[in-house]
């Protein structure tokens, strides 16, 4: 023990003078690194502490951070850096391949987009196609088998995703640029040539059955699908979910059919941002011209008509959906501006936020009613706009004894914004901003780059540039927002709600309004 005591004792008094030659080495650094008072800003030269030691060599002595150095300062780039341009080829059978060079990134986005949705199914035998070959997506196809699509996406660190809409449908697939050739050979390979086993669709379809079961126990999930299916009459009134009950007419040979009809090469585009356009061009013309010429199938024409429709359930919340036609739809694209600014401005939202209070909170719709309605939970703008038409208005949850009182609120608010007068011009600029805002901050994504390539090729058979559509949100007066919202409410109201209807008006009393 005595042993051990004086050993330790020993140790002590080592890192004691450990500790103190530490001590005098670090005052000893400091003392030299300590420039003289009147020095210049330019590196001077000491000797160190450990140089000085056993060298004498001389060690560089910069000057403290609060002290400028004296070197010259770089100046900002000021080259101007020109916007990427869109590049389109349209193919001998009328395919489009158009692309958008972004040099930044390592990725690329991809999308193949066809002018077929819903309204191209025919009333009954078709219902649901659009939505089973959404969830069929990815599968087998002429030259893969579901196995291997899959694996090529794991080898190439691929993002495939699926998406249908009313008037359109897309692929989308996201890759490294250094796999460009396989990704594209592979989105379009599951686009234009998918096989659709029975065996597989089958299973589709027992998905499908259970997820419109899930939906049908939430009547207000698909409160804006009977919106459109009261509002239109035609193919734009087609379901977008698949109806409930039996499925059997959704098959492998029906859905087949279905694809040839209506996935034409004039319908089809190829939209790439993150990629050469010829590099693009070479690899997927081989593809895209074995696609038919033909115009395809046509679709059922729409016709706005307007109505009411109501489901009764216990729910202590009943939501409304109040919508008006807007007649130009995207193509009228003055017009579609000024609604898009319209909806901005009108805003809104819900009496609670998850996320933190702030957003959107100086619009209309939360300034004039959810901020004045403690019986209000949500009231929200929307728009639901296609190539030709569409439907905008508001959509709301209150308290089912006040539904009376929400409608009210809701038809005042749509005839402010008519009124000569009705929105000030701080608003307006507040409304602008957020749009254009919304479509820059969107814009920085590669893969929203590509959508709103194919989409707009689809629509208007051109791209216009954020610049132009920034012009456009910038030029939309108060009058012009005054005249969009009275040509929607010179149309029949649709009128769709869900919950406990005691308090509901009639829809005679709805339309007297306006």
């Avoid at 000491?46 to 400028?68: C, D, I, N």
């Avoid at 728009?383 to 959509?395: K, L, R």
């Avoid at 600029?429 to 957020?434: D, M, T, V």
């Amino acid at each position: 023990a005595v042993a051990a005591a004086d050993k330790t004792t020993t140790m002590m008094h080592a890192h004691a003078r450990g500790r103190a030659f530490g001590s005098i080495a670090s005052r000893a650094y400091a003392a030299a690194a300590q420039p003289a008072l009147g020095t210049t800003t330019k590196a001077d030269k000491a000797p160190g502490f450990l140089s000085a030691l056993f060298a004498g060599s001389k060690a560089t002595v910069f000057p403290p951070m609060g002290e400028p150095y004296g070197a010259s300062g770089i100046g900002a780039n000021t080259d101007a850096v020109a916007a990427p341009t869109t590049s389109v080829t349209v193919l001998a059978n009328g395919a489009t391949i158009a692309s958008e060079n972004a040099p930044r990134g390592a990725t690329v986005a991809l999308g193949a987009y066809a002018n077929v949705g819903s309204e191209r199914e025919r009333s009954g035998w078709q219902s649901g196609f659009t939505h089973a070959l959404e969830r069929a997506a990815f599968r087998a196809t002429k030259n893969r088998t579901t196995f291997r699509v899959t694996r090529e996406c794991e080898v190439i660190g691929a993002t495939l995703s699926a998406s249908a809409s009313r008037e359109q449908f897309s692929y989308a697939c996201d890759a490294l640029k250094t796999h460009v050739p396989a990704a594209v050979e592979l989105l379009l390979d599951c686009a234009i040539n998918p096989r659709l086993h029975n065996h597989e669709v089958e299973e589709v379809v027992k998905a499908m059955q259970a997820e419109v079961k899930e939906l049908h126990e939430n009547p207000q999930a698909l409160l804006m699908e009977a919106t459109h299916a009261t509002a239109y009459s035609g193919g734009l009134g087609n379901a977008l979910v698949a109806p409930t009950g039996d499925l059997s007419h959704i098959t492998g040979d029906a859905l087949r059919e279905f694809v040839s009809e209506n996935f034409t090469a004039p319908r089809m585009v190829l939209a790439a941002s993150g990629c050469e356009h010829d590099e693009l061009v070479r690899i997927a013309e081989p593809m895209l011209s074995t696609l038919p010429a033909g115009e395809g199938a046509p679709a059922t024409p729409s016709v706005y008509v307007g109505g009411d429709y109501r489901q009764k359930t216990d729910s202590p919340i009943t939501s409304i959906v109040l919508g008006f036609e807007f007649k130009g739809g995207w193509r009228d694209t003055k017009a579609s501006t000024a609604m898009t600014v319209l909806t901005m401005l009108l805003g809104g939202g819900g009496s609670f936020s998850a996320g933190g209070p702030g957003k959107g909170m100086y619009s209309r719709l939360y300034t004039r009613v959810l901020n004045r309605y403690s019986w209000a939970q949500n009231c929200t703008a929307f728009h639901s706009i296609f190539n030709d038409t569409g439907i905008v208005g508001i959509s709301a949850m209150a308290n089912s004894a006040h539904v009376g009182d929400m409608v009210k609120v809701m038809a005042s608010e749509l005839q402010s914004v008519a009124a000569k007068g009705g929105v000030q011009e701080q608003e307006l600029e507040r409304a602008k901003n957020a749009t254009v805002s919304s479509i820059l901050m969107n814009l920085e994504s590669k893969a929203v780059i590509a959508e709103d390539i194919g989409r707009q090729m689809l629509t208007y058979k051109y791209r216009k540039s954020a610049a132009d559509f920034i012009a456009e949100v910038r030029a939309v007066s108060a009058a012009d927002i005054a005249k969009a919202a009275a040509d929607l409410l010179a149309s029949n109201p649709t009128v769709a709600m869900s919950g406990e209807l005691h308090a509901a008006p009639r829809y005679e009393d709805i339309k007297a309004m306006f």
